[in-house]
């Protein structure tokens, strides 16, 4: 290796393609989804480079045709598990010996991989294992992951030039070490971003991580898998272990090289494992780091100055788009009556017009939620707002299971702030709203913060500067990425860092520097050049 201080190149976001009408990206894509379309990809485990067929095969159908198979992968097992860990601590020490620029490198190549050869690859795949649209697809699978990929390696090269000051005849140095064992990562089913970046932003630190990935998003996770693969990551760096059941994570979190935890996923699995984690204290060769980003029920709050065209669409868009299957959808809302007044019927319409089905039809604003269970949970949570008293459907509610999960996009109002509509995730496209007195402000931005334990993302809206400085004082604690006159979602990599507190995690900010310290040790280096040779001070020489 060279001796020379070097840059990594300039981290820049992704470009959005549009795949509009007539447009080369458009033409590709389509292509990709119909070469999907006619195979059955055959998913195995792999542990040290090694694939491995464990034979207990489980099938991945498209959630908007769910007789459709597009996969069938091989679940791990507990032994295989057992191997994935001595895998990963195996690699463990030549890993942790590259430069880390090296590892960069190859985090760099894997960007620029995606952003040319694999873009639409791995577009199709998630459009078709997760039913996300084009665009949807685009902003995650192509944009998100390359932006992670790009701005990790630009924010690791930041932490390692951080060092502390020198006196005279002293250098003093700071050194990042890994975490000494092995990192867990946990993927969700719903960004295919978040599932490149759990298990790559411990590794680019120098870490060697087990990765589970979410069954429902294993397609798209075994393209990322095959991508790092072409782009260098070595055997046993990360570890593949798809279908491995809960009650088996427990051989890797009583492991007792369990060096940490890169999680998303919901509240309750994660308190789960914190929990597990607690008690395997005593075992433990380090305490382990818990990162976790656990979901939200967040919020848009309009003040009656806001711009009542710019609050229609941001509900639209921050409710429905992915079928409101992101940790930061909008599930709440609070408008003020006259407000209310003015955008009820237009909004009632836009959403009526809003076209569901096959995410293969670019016409189609919305896919399918992603599973059967999910389904059945929006299907009861809108039946329990049609029977309860003072809740109102005004728009949407149907469901239809035949072909595919389809849920409509479903706007209720609530006359009581506090029924569970208010506080609960839900995870889909239904979006409740409060209807407050306009005089009612100040109450109002007090109920917003003490409704619902999560604090992921909340948006405000207003014309009136005081209204909204007055929203960011009381709402301080209420959300990690706080949004004025947007909608709640689409946070981009090195712009808005993500991450929120309460419920919803560790606030660990994936998308910036703060993420990837916590994967690291570090180690404070002192070298004297020329040292004492006698113990006493010159204060002794004196009566």
Not at 287 to 313: C, N, Q
Not at 334 to 346: F, H, M, N, Q, V
Request: hydrophobic share 40%.
């Amino acid at each position: 290796m060279h001796d020379a201080i070097v840059s990594v190149p300039e981290p820049i976001n992704e470009p959005v393609l549009t795949y509009a009408v007539g447009t080369a990206e458009r033409a590709r894509l389509k292509e990709a989804l119909a070469s999907l379309e006619n195979e059955v990809v055959e998913i195995p485990c792999v542990v040290g480079g090694e694939r491995v067929f464990t034979g207990k095969v489980r099938e991945v159908v498209m959630p908007h045709r769910h007789k459709h198979v597009i996969a069938r992968f091989h679940a791990a097992t507990d032994e295989l598990a057992e191997r994935a860990i001595k895998a990963s601590l195996a690699a463990r020490r030549e890993w942790t010996a590259m430069r880390w620029e090296a590892r960069a490198a190859i985090l760099l190549r894997a960007a620029e991989l995606l952003a040319g050869p694999w873009r639409q690859r791995m577009n199709a795949a998630t459009m078709h294992g997760q039913s996300k649209t084009a665009h949807q697809a685009e902003i995650d699978a192509a944009c998100e992951l390359i932006d992670f990929w790009r701005f990790n390696a630009s924010f690791a090269q930041e932490l390692y030039r951080q060092q502390p000051k020198s006196a005279p005849g002293i250098w003093n140095m700071t050194e990042l070490r890994p975490l000494e064992g092995f990192v867990f990562a946990l993927t969700p089913f719903n960004f295919t971003a978040i599932a490149g970046n759990l298990p790559t932003a411990p590794a680019l630190m120098g870490n060697t991580v087990v990765w589970k990935p979410a069954e429902a998003q294993v397609l798209a996770a075994w393209r990322i898998y095959e991508l790092l693969e072409e782009a260098g990551v070595p055997p046993g760096v990360i570890n593949f272990i798809p279908g491995l059941p809960h009650g088996s994570t427990n051989l890797l979190l009583d492991h007792p090289a369990l060096a940490g935890i890169h999680f998303t996923g919901s509240t309750e699995v994660f308190r789960m494992m914190w929990k597990r984690v607690a008690e395997n204290l005593d075992r433990y060769k380090t305490y382990p780091r818990l990162i976790g980003e656990t979901g939200g029920k967040d919020f848009i709050v309009a003040h009656p100055s806001a711009d009542p065209k710019a609050l229609a669409t941001a509900m639209v868009r921050g409710a429905f788009e992915y079928q409101g299957q992101k940790c930061s959808a909008a599930s709440r809302a609070y408008i003020p009556r006259s407000l209310w007044d003015t955008i009820k019927a237009e909004l009632a319409d836009t959403i009526s017009s809003i076209k569901m089905g096959d995410v293969s039809d670019f016409s189609n604003f919305m896919g399918a939620v992603i599973k059967q269970g999910a389904f059945d949970k929006h299907t009861q949570a809108i039946a329990e707002a049609r029977d309860t008293s003072g809740m109102k459907i005004i728009v949407g509610g149907g469901t239809d299971g035949r072909e595919g999960w389809f849920v409509q996009p479903t706007l209720i109002t609530t006359e009581d702030p506090n029924v569970r509509h208010m506080k609960d995730e839900f995870f889909g496209p239904i979006l409740t709203c409060h209807v407050y007195p306009d005089r009612a402000w100040t109450e109002t931005l007090e109920l917003v913060d003490r409704t619902s334990p999560y604090a992921l993302t909340g948006a405000v809206f207003s014309r009136d500067r005081a209204a909204i400085m007055d929203a960011m004082t009381r709402l301080r604690d209420a959300a990690g990425n706080f949004y004025i006159n947007d909608k709640p979602t689409g946070a981009v990599v090195g712009q808005q860092p993500f991450g929120g507190a309460r419920a919803s995690g560790t606030d660990d900010k994936a998308g910036s520097p703060q993420n990837l310290l916590r994967f690291t040790a570090a180690r404070t280096i002192k070298e004297t050049f020329v040292a004492p040779t006698d113990y006493r001070y010159s204060f002794l020489d004196g009566p």
